[in-house]
């Protein structure tokens, strides 16, 4: 079983090597170990199965808690984030290309799975989920591409969307449907479609047709962060796809995501990830490999 217990961010950029229709590994955090997330979105739909959790889930229809037992559906570019108390916790992480679903004829499962879910289960289908997700991280390591593979994800798709009861977001901070959400909506459509966004806080403004002071105050009480430090994590989290996804070498990512210098991109990086660059592409080949 491979863990990782190192502190860092819980919800990797995508991380599924090309070639591969998913990924899937176990996080674990002990009590009191630094732990960190952001708002943030993946270009992969993704399962989040907590073995052992307390906190909030934030997401695109409001925030609730979460608990052990609970499992929680991005879809692809929604966005999303955790605040975790510090808690010894733990969970599986399931990546998949959204359009494995589409490719092995779960089209009911790829129409309930166009918006997040939070899901609980029954003590009974709980213990069968943890039997599956057993069952399926065996054989990724034995073998991605098998048949069995790929059918084993089918199987909890299919169980985690046919068994599962959705825990109903709080009305009163539903996200999507929030009035300053979608005013920040030009912005944020700009963000999930480039890897890279360079736009000024009154670039930004101008382009959401309102007052820079009223942008900053929106997005800040949105995302919990100012428009600045979400830029920078933005290229972070894309110049961390690009050292899983690509060969480009740390020089060239820090130049092509306009960080001052070599020097200065390491530095955030480490800050972020708890580990350089050339650190965690090298951890990330060795789990893939």
């Known amino acids: 079983m491979h863990t990782r217990n190192k502190a860092g961010i819980h919800c990797e950029p995508i991380s599924i090597k090309p070639g591969y229709q998913f990924e899937v590994h176990r996080v674990a955090y002990q009590r009191n170990e630094v732990y960190a997330c952001m708002m943030h979105f993946h270009q992969v739909h993704e399962f989040i199965i907590f073995e052992d959790v307390q906190g909030m889930y934030y997401h695109s229809q409001g925030q609730s808690a979460i608990q052990k037992g609970d499992v929680v559906f991005t ?7 955790y605040e975790l108390t510090e808690h010894a916790k733990a969970w599986y992480i399931i990546q998949f290309m959204p359009q494995f679903l589409i490719d092995n004829g779960l089209l009911y499962e790829e129409a309930i799975l166009r918006r997040g879910l939070q899901l609980r289960f029954s003590q009974q289908d709980w213990q069968s989920i943890q039997q599956q997700v057993n ?8 073998d ?3 048949v069995k593979s790929a059918t084993l994800l089918k199987l909890i798709i299919i169980w985690l969307v046919a068994q599962g ?15 300053s959400y979608k005013k920040l909506s030009p912005i944020l459509s700009l963000f999930r479609e480039q890897d890279v966004v360079e736009l000024t806080l009154v670039e930004a403004a101008v382009m959401c047709h309102i007052s820079t002071s009223y942008f900053s105050r929106l997005f800040k009480r ?3 962060c100012n428009y600045s430090q979400f830029v920078v994590q933005h290229k972070l989290y894309t110049s961390a796809r690009w050292l899983g996804q690509s060969e480009k070498s740390i020089t060239q990512i820090s130049y092509d995501l306009n960080f001052s210098n070599p020097s200065h991109f390491i530095s955030m ?10 650190q965690y592409r090298k951890a990330l080949w060795k789990q893939l490999s």
């Open 75 to 81: 879809p692809a570019l929604e966005t999303h984030d």
């Open 135 to 142: 069952w399926l991280e065996q054989s990724y390591l034995d």
């Open 269 to 278: 990086f480490k800050r972020y990830f708890s580990k350089t660059p050339n």
């Open 222 to 224: 949105t995302f919990n």
């Open 165 to 179: 009861k959705a825990v109903l977001p709080n009305a009163e901070r539903a996200l999507v449907t929030d009035a």
């Open 144 to 146: 991605p591409h098998s």
